[in-house]
């Protein structure tokens, strides 16, 4: 960029340079290495001087004279007509100029203007070189405020820890876009340790010019090559795997994890007038793969704290589950069918993993319910089927008070509410009942009618499908119940024998 920039305007000022010379009615001849340059420095805006006939004639004499006045002599007489003169040009992209003037003027004279001008254009050049630092001191400073703006949106987006592709590939199109890479990614290595989403994962801004699958390779074994130490920050073509990929230097920083190398962001194809990687864009790319380590930090925390949380929930549903034989395993496979027909209706992979949760606690509140009634052989009485269907209300009094829980809520209230509004707690109908509740209340019942139970034996699948179309619409959302008869069984039969397994050795193992 400075290259360029500097050119332009150095040319302004030989333009003025020259308007000036122009002005006084002198030629002007830049030169630069042996010869003098082709043409006459002009400005196009200037009309061409008085002596312009003459000029072109002189223009070899000129050649010859040069060095005489390069080596400090003062004007030359150059024949009757013209005289030369020489004004040195240090700070600029020519050695110097040689000025011309007609026989109107004498040597001497011109030598004492060539002084003068002499002046007049080092004072030109330093107000470029001012200017210069001026511009690129502005353009340091705009670089300077987009990368903290940049780096205050990637911190303030580390809070949403959950979906950190998301925001790793947020990380990847700002850095492309704002330092005018032509691609950019964040590679992770594969741990199968590593449950935070991010466990190999490639994400790419832009458009990489080789194949996604040999660019994922590359930068997989660029990690393996590198490991935790010895990390270059800068590869080339022809020297390095991953930039001959790439056709371009590639710039990059490891990301670091509990001092672990975990994956790299790297960038390249950069373009426009600087093509070449700054030490402003070394400590850019630094500060994000600092940003993605502490970001990988917490995402693992997160994931950790998340799976406990939830591990906890389901061991004291399956605990509930567990007391009664027949219900052994009833509120996993509750949580599968739910999320199954969540997947079917076309719910987001976050509204699924909420809907297979609400699944794992939703009869949670049976807590609260005597065992004697939980696991009554026989029918229930109106007394004790009242204390059963005080379950949804006890189970969402215990999880509301768990903030990460408030999504899942309407599942556990709800999956007992029917679609003509004849269920319970709260007698809704319709759409009043929240899809959550709706969809769990067709797996719950499911599950209910196809395993056995202390007071029947379990109903077989066609008598069970046979029940749903006929509930469609009275118990069920009838726009669930057909993709629900849809979805494919066998990994809920898996299931069920898995878990049938489970209660006939734990049955075995009391009775030894
Ligand atoms: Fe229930």
Not at 307 to 315: D, R
């Amino acid at each position: 960029m400075h290259g360029t920039l500097h050119k332009e305007i150095a040319d302004q000022a030989t333009k003025m340079f020259a308007r000036r010379c122009n002005a006084l009615g002198l030629g002007v001849w830049s030169c630069l290495g042996q010869t003098l340059t082709d043409q006459r420095v002009a400005d196009e805006q200037t009309p061409q001087d008085t002596a312009s006939s003459d000029h072109a004639e002189l223009s070899e004499k000129l050649a010859a004279v040069r060095e005489q006045l390069q080596a400090g002599k003062d004007a030359l007489q150059l024949d009757e007509q013209a005289c030369a003169a020489w004004v040195p040009d240090p700070d600029g992209p020519f050695e110097g100029f040689v000025l011309t003037s007609t026989a109107s003027r004498s040597a001497e004279e011109l030598n004492a203007l060539a002084q003068a001008l002499a002046w007049n254009l080092a004072d030109l050049r330093r107000i470029d070189q001012d200017q210069f630092a001026v511009d690129d001191l502005a353009e340091q400073l705009g670089q300077s405020y987009e990368n903290i703006t940049m780096l205050y949106s990637i911190g303030q987006s580390m809070s949403s820890l959950e979906a950190p592709q998301h925001l790793a590939q947020g990380i990847c199109d700002q850095l492309r876009m704002t330092q005018g890479y032509g691609w950019s990614a964040a590679r992770f290595a594969k741990d199968a340790e590593d449950a935070t989403g991010l466990n190999d994962a490639c994400l790419i801004a832009g458009a990489i010019p080789c194949e996604a699958n040999a660019f994922r390779a590359a930068t997989g074994r660029l990690l393996e090559s590198f490991g935790d130490k010895g990390w270059r920050k800068l590869l080339q073509v022809e020297q390095d795997e991953l930039a001959t990929l790439v056709k371009s230097e590639v710039i990059l920083d490891p990301i670091r994890h509990d001092g672990r190398v975990i994956g790299v962001v790297c960038a390249g194809g950069k373009t426009g007038p600087d093509p070449e990687a700054t030490s402003g864009d070394t400590q850019l790319l630094d500060a994000i793969a600092g940003f993605l380590g502490a970001f990988h930090e917490n995402a693992a925390r997160f994931t950790e704290q998340k799976n406990m949380f939830i591990g906890s929930l389901e061991a004291v549903s399956a605990a509930l589950d567990a007391k009664d034989r027949y219900t052994f395993g009833h509120s996993e496979r509750v949580a599968m069918l739910g999320m199954r027909l969540a997947e079917v209706i076309g719910l987001d992979a976050e509204e699924v993993e909420r809907i297979r949760i609400s699944g794992l606690v939703h009869d949670v509140g049976k807590i609260g319910v005597p065992e004697a009634v939980l696991c009554k052989t026989g029918r229930l009485n109106d007394e004790e089927f009242e204390q059963i269907k005080k379950h949804p209300r006890i189970g969402y009094n215990i999880l509301k008070g768990i903030p990460k829980m408030a999504d899942v809520l309407d599942g556990v209230l709800y999956h007992h509410e029917r679609w003509d509004g004849r269920g319970y707690p709260d007698k809704l109908a319709g759409e009043a009942i929240p899809l959550y509740g709706r969809i769990l209340g067709v797996a719950d019942t499911f599950d209910a009618m196809s395993s056995t139970r202390s007071y029947r034996a379990a109903m077989p699948r066609e008598q069970v499908f046979e029940e749903i179309n006929k509930c469609s619409g009275t118990q069920f959302d009838p726009s669930l119940t057909g993709p629900f008869l849809g979805l494919d069984f066998t990994e809920y039969d898996e299931m069920v024998e898995r878990h049938q397994g489970a209660t006939e050795s734990d049955l075995g193992s009391r009775a030894a």
